[in-house]
Every structure is written in C-alpha cells, then in structure tokens.
C-alpha cells in the first residue's frame, strides 16, 4: 500500500523518483518496493519512461502530480517523441499515460552505443543536489543520448556503473547509492559546450501538441541559401553535408556521428532521431525556436513535400549504404536476440519483419545489402530454437528468486506451449547447462 510518496526534484527521471521511495518508503528489498510500484512480478522497472504501474502507484501519482507531465517532464519521451508526427505524438502520450505499454511499441528506440550504455552524472550537480535536498537523483537532461557535459555547470558528465537500459534484473538503483565521487572536469572547448546547450534547449522546449509541422520541412528550409541546396530548391546534396557533417563532429568526440544514411532519412521524413536532427540543425545554425516552434505556412510545407521526388531519382550508393547501415542493424539484432531491446528481458527472435520494422527500411531493402544479410543469418533461428532460449531465460529467471514455481509460470512468461516441448528439448541442451537443462526438462514433463 503506498502511503507515502517523496516530493519529486527538478529534472529528476520518474526511475530516480521510485529508486528513492524504495529508500524512503522502508522497504526492505528490491521485491518489496516494486511490488508496490509495479503491475505484477515479471515487470521490470523502466529507466526512461514508467513501466507498468499497477492501479494503486497509479492512482497514488495522479494525488500528487498529472501523469502526462510526469511523461513530458520527468521521463525521455522528450527525446524519442520530440520530432514525430503530431499523430504518433498524441498516440504514444495516451499509451504511455494509459497503457503504460513498452515505447518500443510506440516508437524507434535503438541500442545504445558503448559511451550510452550507464546511467551519468555532474560531480558538481551532485554536491549541490546534497546541499539542497540531503541526496542526489539521476537527472534527466544527463542521459540524453550524445549528451557529455552538464550544461548548468559546463562540467563533463562522468558514467555511473547502473546500466542505462532496462536491466533483465529487478532493481532499483538510487543515485545516491551508485555515484561515485570525482573530481569535477571543467569543458573548455566553446563548440562542445555550444552543442549539449543546443540539445539541451531542444529536449527542454516546450513539446507542440497542437501543429504538426514535418522536421523534414523545418529542415528544408533551414537549408535553404546553404551550399547544400541548389537555389531551386529541388536539389539537396546530402553526401556533401554529410561529409561536412562528420569532419565538423569528429572533432566534438561525439559517441554516435550522425551517418548519410541517417541523415537522408531524416531529410526524407522517414526518421526522427533526437540526435541527429540536433546535429543536422546545429551545424545548418537552425535557431532553437524555428525548430521547436516552427512556424511554417502550408505552402512551405509542400513546397518541401514536392520534393520528395528525389527520394526515388537520386542514385544510391548500395555499399556505402550498406555499410552504414550493419552496424546499426547488429545493435537492434543483438538487443531484440538477447532481450535487452524488451523491458521484460524475453528474447525474441529477430525476423526480417522486426528488423524493417525497427530500422524502419523500405521492404526487400535487405536483399541487395550482403554485409547486413551477412548479419541476418547469424541471428536467424527456427522458432523450436527460440522457443527453448525463452523456456532457458524464464527458468534461470524464477531460479533467481529463490521461490518456488511451476510449468505454469514459465509458461506465463514464455508464451510457449506443452505440446512443442518435443522439438524443444534438442534446443534447451544447446543452450543451457547440463544440469540446467535437466531441471528443466523435469520441470516441463
């Protein structure tokens, strides 16, 4: 029973707010603490956004604050809803408020790149955090993807060891347990400091839920009188501004340099991605308001929609393409095989529906890129094979409570059925322990 909740700090993450009701609250274990949070054991806590919440935190929240601010001010939807259509926008708000359902669903959410990969931090925020509130919290602006300096305080952001993504673990890790203390490294470089403002003023900015503006247009237009833009505007040269892009943000020791594939589809309409707008519009010297607060006509707007007769006659260059594009595929591949791209931690297996589907990629688009379909067959399984990774995952999953459970609960957790089990068992010796597979082999028959 929730009856008591702490008061929510500026800018803190909604994962940050319930890691220390976990600690104020007196609850003694982790499992207490999201059974009281969470709809039922097999949810995890999400870092990003809410997780499912079950009716009583539900109704305990709406006491204290609306749940569609705790969205838009105390979660990442920002940064993954910012740049959407208006539609999508709107839907994934409802989801998220109502359904509290998995934002994979709602929107792309690609694997993290290694300097993403843990929840980070300001020395400085953190003193000053102690000083006003007797703790620190994860703040949010700190974990936008790219993000290396605390702009409040120009100091470089230091990497906790808490995993960024949902963990396949059931933990709660308040900040005040987990930062270490460093000493603050002051950023001088005035570009470095330029940028994580301007992604920091964009993330911040007050989301428009009334126009639904492309950010393909607002680009398009943000190009025009460049070098990257005939003065008809029916030509854009998109390799050029791509190479100019990555010469210009090497030298920003960016984590993830926005590709030319990425920045076509961000120009096309067909991608949203938070960081590579914010290159794409930083180096054009898009003012922050024209990109949050776009105030275009409609006829400006199909003026840039007319142009997308380019997507069609421009001439693809498929090696490079290809090329751009497997690393990023083995990302998606390797999360949505090993269940890190789920926040139940299930692994899934990765068909080429998923993949168009994540990568958002034109169908049969894989069949003329041999490094990506290189990567494909590595990752491709028979469902048998998949079936016995999910019954291996749920079992050593339960195991690790130290409860007792039944077939019925990896059923439950697996959506695998009995009468397949047959087919299975060559599977679940191929990945899991002798002894592992036995015990489960017992446990299904």
């Known amino acids: 029973m929730i009856v008591y909740l702490p008061e929510i700090y500026p800018d803190e993450l909604v994962y940050s707010w319930f890691c220390r009701y976990y600690v104020h609250s007196g609850c003694l274990t ?50 993954y809803a910012r740049f959407i259509s208006l539609d999508q926008k709107k839907e994934a708000l409802y989801h998220i408020e109502h359904d509290f359902c998995d934002a994979h669903h709602l929107f792309s959410i690609l694997p993290r790149d290694d300097e993403d990969k843990f929840m980070k931090y300001c020395p400085i925020c953190v003193n000053e955090d102690r000083q006003q509130y007797g703790e620190t919290y994860w703040h949010r602006i700190h974990q936008i993807r790219n993000m290396q300096i605390c702009t409040k305080h120009n100091c470089r952001l230091v990497n906790s060891a808490v995993i960024a993504k949902n963990e396949q673990t059931f933990t709660l890790c308040p900040a005040e347990s987990f930062v270490i203390k460093q000493k603050p490294t002051i950023e001088t470089d005035p570009l470095k400091i330029a940028f994580a403002k301007y992604m920091t003023d964009v993330f911040n900015a007050p989301m428009d839920l009334e126009r639904d503006i492309p950010i393909s247009a607002v680009l398009y237009h943000g190009m025009r009188n460049t070098k990257y833009m005939k003065s008809t505007g029916k030509t854009r040269y998109t390799k050029q501004l791509a190479e100019d892009m990555k010469a210009y943000y090497t030298r920003l020791n960016l984590s993830s340099i926005a590709s030319m594939y990425q920045i076509q589809r961000v120009l096309l309409g067909d991608r949203f991605d938070f960081s590579v707008v914010c290159q794409i519009a930083f180096y054009l010297t898009v003012n922050i308001n024209d990109l949050t607060n776009p105030t275009l006509t409609a006829v400006q707007i199909e003026q840039e929609q007319n142009t997308h007769y380019m997507k069609d ?30 926040e139940t931690g299930r692994p899934e297996r990765v ?24 990567i494909m067959e590595r990752y491709n399984e028979t469902y048998e094979e998949n079936w016995a990774r999910r019954i291996v995952w749920a079992y050593n999953k339960l195991k690790s409570k130290n409860e007792p459970f039944y077939w019925s609960d990896i059923r439950r957790l697996t959506g695998v059925k009995k009468k397949n089990i047959e087919a299975i068992i060559p599977y679940i010796r191929k990945h899991a322990k002798e002894e592992t597979a036995d015990a489960i082999i017992v446990l299904v028959k």
């Open 30 to 79: 982790h499992k207490t603490a999201l059974q009281e949070i969470l709809y039922n054991r097999c949810n995890n806590p999400s870092k990003e956004f809410l997780g499912h919440l079950n009716p009583q935190m539900s109704a305990a929240l709406q006491q204290y604050y609306p749940i569609e601010n705790l969205v838009l001010y105390n979660t990442m939807f920002p940064q």
């Open 313 to 342: 006659r421009t001439p693809i260059d498929w090696a490079v393409y290809d090329a751009e594009t497997a690393p990023i595929l083995e990302q998606v591949a390797k999360s949505i095989y090993d269940g890190s791209a789920s």
């Open 351 to 374: 068909s080429e529906k998923m993949i168009y589907r994540e990568l958002e990629l034109p169908k049969h688009r894989l069949e003329v890129m041999p490094k990506c379909r290189a």
